[in-house]
């Protein structure tokens, strides 16, 4: 025991600070230099990113026309600021009926900041101002591609509402029938539920109707209200149909 301190002291005596610094002094400096200038450094680019992250807020809240929003948009092109610039920005454009910039603009959106949050938002805007266009095909294109975005996405059924309105104006009215089934399966609390259900009622109330055969020896008779009927009551050609549930 004895022996094994004196050993540690005898190598502490050997150790000479002086030496020692003459010889790495200089790297040691040069390392605690380049970790200090790093350290700086990206304290400078926390602090230069959080301001330019607020004056681009700043700058988009004062933006009140289609000139700045695009400055905005200019500036701060890597920034969701930017998506958010971009955005308000063919809002604009569909309002005022400027259809085309409205439509390079959500693509834009969709091609440069495919991870921004209100993406897919952009996409029925997009899908929206195709149908407006009357591009049905590419607005149906669209529409499908939220549609078929699983049951967790919010904007499904309404992407299904306007799938349903081009299959109609394309005369696709089976498909149409199909699409606005998919959306009353759902249950009333989907908050497309009565649309879905007026436009299903209208569809199947057009749907052709298959005359029976009446034999040339059968008399035929006219069709008459029941007697216990009140008077001037009508009656629809049809009964009102049962919407699809969920099996």
Not at 215 to 227: G, I, K, M, V
């Amino acid at each position: 025991m004895a022996r094994e301190a004196h050993d540690d002291l005898r190598i502490t005596d050997q150790f000479d600070f002086e030496v020692f610094w003459a010889e790495h002094g200089k790297k040691i400096t040069v390392i605690v230099g380049a970790v200090a200038v790093v350290g700086l450094g990206i304290l400078y680019w926390q602090h230069e990113k959080i301001a330019r992250a607020e004056q681009a807020a700043d700058s988009l809240a004062r933006a009140r026309d289609v000139s700045a929003l695009e400055q905005v948009a200019r500036e701060y092109p890597d920034s969701t600021v930017a998506a958010d610039a971009l955005f308000r920005l063919a809002d604009v454009y569909y309002r005022n009926g400027r259809f085309a910039e409205a439509t390079s603009t959500y693509e834009r959106i969709l091609k440069d900041f495919p991870s921004y949050p209100l993406a897919q938002s952009a996409r029925l805007s997009l899908a929206s101002v195709l149908e407006a266009q009357g591009n049905l095909d590419a607005a149906s294109q669209q529409y499908q591609l939220l549609a078929s975005s699983g049951p967790g996405n919010y904007l499904a059924n309404a992407a299904k509402m306007g799938l349903g309105r081009c299959y109609e104006a394309q005369g696709k009215r089976k498909e149409a029938r199909q699409v606005y089934e998919e959306i009353l399966a759902e249950g009333q609390n989907s908050p497309w539920f009565n649309q879905a259900y007026i436009r299903w009622v209208v569809l199947n109330r057009d749907v052709p109707q298959e005359k029976p055969e009446i034999s040339a020896t059968q008399p035929t008779q006219p069709l008459t209200a029941p007697a216990s009927a009140p008077s001037g009551l009508t009656f629809p050609s049809q009964p009102m149909p049962t919407p699809p549930t969920k099996p």
